[in-house]
C-alpha cells in the first residue's frame, strides 16, 4: 500500500525537524563553552567516549555525528568548519568546501533572507527555510537555525544548522495537488454530497450540485442538522439513521423521497459512510436523483408488458403460419415428386432401339447405389442420362451436383471437388464448400472425367473409394455419403494406355457402363426431335412455323450429325430465327467432308482439324456463346482453344477441301 501523509502528519514531522535543530544548537553551544568536558558516541564498533579536552577542534566528533548539516561561519560568510552532512548536501568536498563563502551554496533568491537570518543569529537565535545550490543548477530545500557563538576569539562568528526538508516539500506538494483533485472531483461531482461533523451532525460543507437538487443555498445548509433543513423532515426517523450509521460506519437507502425547498417530492438513493479525514470523523452522504430512472423504469415496464401481449399473438400468428408452411410444404413435395415421375425422360427424345436399351440400363441401374460411366461422343444427351438415374434413384429428394471436369486448371479444380480453407493457397481468402461436401446424400456428376488432370485423379480416387477426403490446407477428414455418375466422350481405355488416365481410377468409375448412340445411329429419332426443337424455340421467339417439308427432314435424316443431339438443336434454332414463313426452311446447306476411302494416309488429327475449321468458318470464328463452335462440337472454349492450338489453327485459314 502506498504511503501516504496528510498535513497533520506534516505538521508533527515539521516540529520534529525544529526539536532536532535546537538541540543541536545547544550541544554545540555547550561544547564551545566548555560545559562538556566528553562525549559518549554510537559507533558501528559500539558506544565510544571522546575527550574533548585539549581538542584542537573539540566539538567535530559531535558535529560529525549529527543528521544535520552544521557550519561555523566568519562574519564575512566564509565557512570556518562544517561536517560531513553539509558536504554531502551542497555535493561538495571537505577541502573545497571549508574556507569557501557560504554565499555561493544560497540560491539567489534567498540571499537577502539569509542576510535577515544572520544579522538576527547574532542577536540570539533565528530560523527560516531556503534554499542552498547542490552542485550545478539542483537546489536542495533546508530548514535553517542560526546562533551566536559565545567565548570565541572570532568576533561576528555564528553557528548555523540545517535539515534537508526535500522529501517534506514533496509531501506537502503531493498533498497540496491531492487536495485540489478531489476538491475539484467533490464541486464537479454529478451526485449531490453532503460532509457533516460526525460530533454534532451539522453540515460542515456542500457541493454545488446538492444545492441544485435541492434548491437551498450553502448558507441555508451550512451548521444546520439533516432533521432542521425542510428536506428530511422526519425528524426521528433521522435521528435513527444517524444512530445506525454510528454504529454500522454505512447506511444506503435505493429510494428514498426527498423534498425541495418548493415543494416537490423527489426520488433519491442516499449512501451515507464514516471516514476519518486528519484524525477527524465525518459523515459524507452521496445523494443521487433517481426521479427520471424511476419514471423510465415505470414506462419499460409498460412498455415490455405490451411487447409480452404482442410476443403472445406473434407467436400464435407463427404458429398458424407454420402449420400452413408444413402443409404447403408436403403438398409441394408430393406435387415435386408426381411432376419427376411425369417428366424425369420429357428431355430424352426419341423411340429407337438404341435409346429404348440406354433408358432400360438406365432404370436397372437408378435404385442402387452403384457407381455408372455414361460414354457417348459429344452432344449424345450424356449428361440427360445422368439427370434421368438421379430421378429414379432414391436421392432424388437432393439436387444432382453437376462438375465440369474440363472448366478448370488442375489447382482449381482440388479446390472445386474437395473445397479449401481460408489461405490454403495465394488467392483463397475464404473458406470454400467443395461439390463433394455439397453432395452429401445425393449424387455427384463428373462431366467428361477424361479431361481431368493426373494430379487430381489420384486423390478422385481415395474418395470414391473411401467416401472421405480432407480440404486443401486441412488436415481433417470430412466423411461423405456420395453416389458417383461419370460421363465422358473419350476412348478411356486408349487415355489409359497412353497414361493420360490412371488404370485404377478407370476400374473404379467402370462398373456400370451406359453407352449413349450418337444420333446418326438413331436416324429414326430425328424427326421426333425436330418437331420438338420446332414447337419450342417457334414458342419462345413467338412464330408461327406449322410444317416442315419432306425434303428438308430427308436431309436431316441423311446428314450424319457430327456434333450429335446439340448440332442438330443448334440447326433448328437457326433455322426458325431465320425462317420467313410457316414453312421450316434450313438456313445452313447441310455437308460434311469426309475422307474417300482411298484417303488412308489421313490421320485422325487432320480428321479433327478439318472438322473445326468447317465449324469456326461456319459460325464466323465465333469460338463461345449459344452459336459459337465451341456449342456445337460440344467443347468447353477453353478446350476448344487448346485443341486449336494443339492443332495450329489461326483465324483467317478456310477450310481445306477434302
Known sequence: MKDTKDAKDLLAENEDLRYRLEEALDTLRAIRSGEVDGLVVSTAEGEQVFTLSGAEHPYRVMVETMNEGAVTLASDGTILYCNQRFVDIVKG?????????????????DLQLFEVLLEQGLKGNSEGELALQAGGENFVPVLLSVSPLQRT?????????????????????????????????????????????????????????????????????????????GTFRDIEESKATSAELKSKGYVRYDDLPLVTKDGRTIAVEFVSNVYLVNHYKVIQCNIRDTTERKLIAEALKKSHNELERQAVELRTALSEIQTMK??????????????????????????????????????????????????????????????????????????????????????????????????????????????????????????????????????????IQHNEFERLGSPHTIKVDVR??????????????????????????????????????????????????????????????????????KALQDYPWPGNVRELESIIERAVILCPGPV??????????????????????????NQILKTLSETRWRIEGKDGAATILGLHPSTLRARMHKLGILRGETKEPD
Request: charged share 30%.
Open 93 to 109: 568536498s571537505l577541502e573545497k568546501v571549508t574556507g569557501s563563502s557560504i554565499y555561493q551554496y544560497i540560491s539567489s533568491t
Open 326 to 463: 408444413d402443409r404447403l410444404e408436403a403438398e409441394n413435395i408430393y406435387f415435386r415428386r408426381e411432376n419427376k415421375m411425369k417428366h424425369q425422360l420429357d428431355h430424352i427424345l426419341g423411340h429407337s432401339d438404341g435409346l429404348k436399351y440406354v433408358l432400360y440400363r438406365a432404370e436397372q441401374v437408378a435404385p442402387t447405389g452403384t457407381t455408372v460411366l455414361i460414354l457417348g461422343e459429344t452432344g449424345t444427351g450424356k449428361e440427360l442420362i445422368a439427370a434421368a438415374i438421379h430421378n429414379m434413384s432414391p436421392r432424388k429428394d437432393r439436387p444432382l451436383i453437376t462438375v465440369n471436369c474440363a472448366a478448370l486448371p488442375a489447382n482449381l479444380m482440388e479446390s472445386e471437388l474437395f473445397g479449401r480453407e481460408k489461405g490454403a493457397f495465394t488467392g483463397a481468402d475464404t473458406r470454400q464448400v467443395g461439390r463433394f461436401e455439397i453432395a452429401h446424400g445425393s449424387t455427384l456428376c463428373l462431366d467428361e472425367i477424361g479431361e481431368l488432370p493426373l494430379e487430381v485423379q489420384a486423390k478422385l480416387l481415395r474418395a
Open 484 to 553: 458417383i455418375l461419370a460421363t465422358t466422350n473419350r476412348n478411356l481405355e486408349e487415355e489409359v494406355r497412353k497414361g493420360r488416365f490412371r488404370q485404377d481410377l478407370y476400374y473404379r468409375l467402370n462398373i456400370f457402363p451406359i453407352t449413349v448412340p450418337p444420333l446418326r445411329q438413331r436416324k429414326e429419332d430425328i424427326p421426333l426431335m425436330v418437331q420438338a426443337f420446332v414447337e419450342r424455340y417457334s414458342r419462345k421467339l413467338r412464330k408461327e412455323i406449322t410444317s416442315i417439308q419432306q425434303e428438308t427432314m
Open 153 to 229: 576569539d572570532i568576533p561576528g562568528a555564528v553557528c548555523a544548522v540545517m535539515v534537508d526538508i526535500s522529501e517534506r516539500k514533496k509531501m506537502e506538494e503531493a498533498l497540496k495537488i491531492s487536495e485540489t483533485r478531489y476538491r475539484r472531483l467533490f464541486e464537479a461531482a454529478r451526485d449531490g454530497i453532503l460532509i457533516l461533523d460526525a460530533e454534532t451532525g451539522q453540515i460542515v460543507d456542500v457541493n454545488p450540485f446538492v444545492l441544485e437538487i435541492l434548491g437551498y443555498s450553502e448558507e441555508e445548509l451550512l451548521g444546520k442538522k439533516l432533521w432542521e433543513i
Open 584 to 609: 421450316l426452311q434450313l438456313a445452313d446447306k447441310l455437308e460434311i467432308s469426309s475422307p474417300p476411302l482411298s484417303s488412308a494416309v489421313r490421320t485422325l488429327e487432320e480428321m479433327e482439324r
